[in-house]
């Protein structure tokens, strides 16, 4: 008995499709053998069919649990996001092996969506399900935005760099939820990536609208040493970069404090204003109570 073969469209979304059978034994067994076969194949083929999934049917069933899933990943805290690899969302819902996904999903929610998703691009969904993942995403976003307007302006630094670390601790697990979308429609039909397309909005919706405002604060702080936490100044002026590298020119010695190589090579003849830019900052960082210490007793261990 032959297995019916997944048919895939210009689309990549799969529709099923029953081969002929031939019958070459004029055997009565055998002629049982080959109707009860295709019997069944026909059978299965009709519940494909019947299991067909309307728009109608993606608006008010499949979509509503995604979205949920959805907002539920871009609203809690990053420390309870769990990473999940592509090979482990691959084997668990492509293959469908049902232990080995209980292995791997991290609760039912995540198990449950990557199915979904899998059905909806199946099913001729493709676009329908890509169109709303970037509006929702986008909605969520705006949102973002507005808080961030509404931030003291002492507060903005920290509250971008939550909002950021947030937004990328979700999409680790948005973009395995949706990779077989991402394989199959995403990367073939548009030529583009699904975490580049987030991050994007990320850009255009968040840091875009904000980024006139962060800037001059960061290089207040930068003057400032320690007014903002070092770890969270590296996190945000990193994120920047990632998001828009043609940032730079905006700030490029805040930039050049964190990001490693955007200065050109520095030549022979520059190095006494590097040593003048280090007295400088030393010299900051002492007026700002920053002490270097007791120096005579420096080497006191090695002169003992």
């Known amino acids: 008995m032959e297995e019916m073969e997944g048919?895939?469209?210009?689309?990549?979304?799969?529709?099923?499709?029953?081969?002929?059978?031939v019958c070459v034994d004029s055997d009565s067994s055998s002629s049982d053998t080959c109707e009860s076969t295709s019997a069944l194949l026909l059978n299965s083929a009709s519940k494909i069919l019947l299991n067909a999934m309307t728009a109608e049917e993606y608006r008010?069933?499949?979509?509503?649990?995604?979205?949920?899933?959805?907002?539920?990943?871009?609203?809690?805290?990053?420390?309870?996001?769990?990473?999940?690899?592509?090979?482990?969302?691959?084997?668990?819902?492509?293959?469908?092996?049902?232990?080995?996904?209980?292995?791997?999903?991290?609760?039912?929610?995540?198990?449950?969506?990557?199915?979904?998703?899998?059905?909806?691009?199946?099913?001729?969904?493709?676009?329908?399900?890509?169109?709303?993942?970037?509006?929702?995403?986008?909605?969520?976003?705006?949102?973002?935005?507005?808080?961030?307007?509404?931030?003291?302006?002492?507060?903005?630094?920290?509250?971008?760099?939550?909002?950021?670390?947030?937004?990328?601790?979700?999409?680790?697990?948005?973009?395995?939820?949706?990779?077989?979308?991402?394989?199959?429609?995403?990367e073939t039909k548009l030529n583009r990536d699904l975490r580049d397309d987030l991050m994007k909005l990320f850009s255009d919706h968040v840091a875009e609208k904000h980024i006139s405002?962060?800037?001059?604060?960061?290089?207040?702080?930068?003057?400032?040493?320690?007014?903002?936490?070092?770890?969270?100044?590296?996190?945000?002026?990193?994120?920047?970069?990632?998001?828009?590298?043609?940032w730079v020119p905006l700030a490029p010695a805040l930039f050049s404090r964190f990001i490693p190589q955007i200065d050109p090579p520095a030549l022979e003849s520059q190095l006494p204003h590097y040593a003048d830019q280090d007295k400088k900052l030393q010299m900051e960082l002492f007026h700002n109570g920053f002490s270097r210490g007791d120096q005579s007793r420096k080497r006191a261990s090695e002169e003992s």
């Open 7 to 21: 048919i895939e469209d210009d689309n990549h979304n799969c529709r099923a499709e029953a081969p002929a059978q």
């Open 60 to 186: 008010t069933v499949y979509w509503p649990k995604l979205e949920r899933a959805i907002e539920h990943l871009l609203t809690q805290s990053p420390m309870d996001h769990i990473s999940i690899s592509y090979e482990q969302i691959y084997r668990s819902v492509l293959m469908n092996e049902s232990e080995h996904a209980a292995r791997v999903c991290f609760n039912t929610c995540f198990c449950s969506s990557s199915s979904h998703v899998y059905k909806c691009v199946c099913q001729q969904h493709s676009e329908l399900l890509y169109n709303d993942l970037m509006w929702k995403i986008t909605s969520h976003l705006e949102q973002v935005s507005s808080e961030l307007q509404a931030s003291p302006a002492e507060h903005l630094i920290e509250n971008f760099n939550l909002a950021l670390t947030q937004y990328t601790a979700a999409l680790h697990c948005i973009v395995p939820v949706f990779i077989y979308m991402n394989k199959f429609y995403i």
């Open 213 to 246: 405002t962060l800037l001059p604060l960061l290089k207040k702080a930068h003057s400032m040493p320690f007014q903002v936490k070092p770890s969270t100044m590296a996190s945000v002026v990193k994120g920047l970069y990632a998001l828009r590298p043609d």
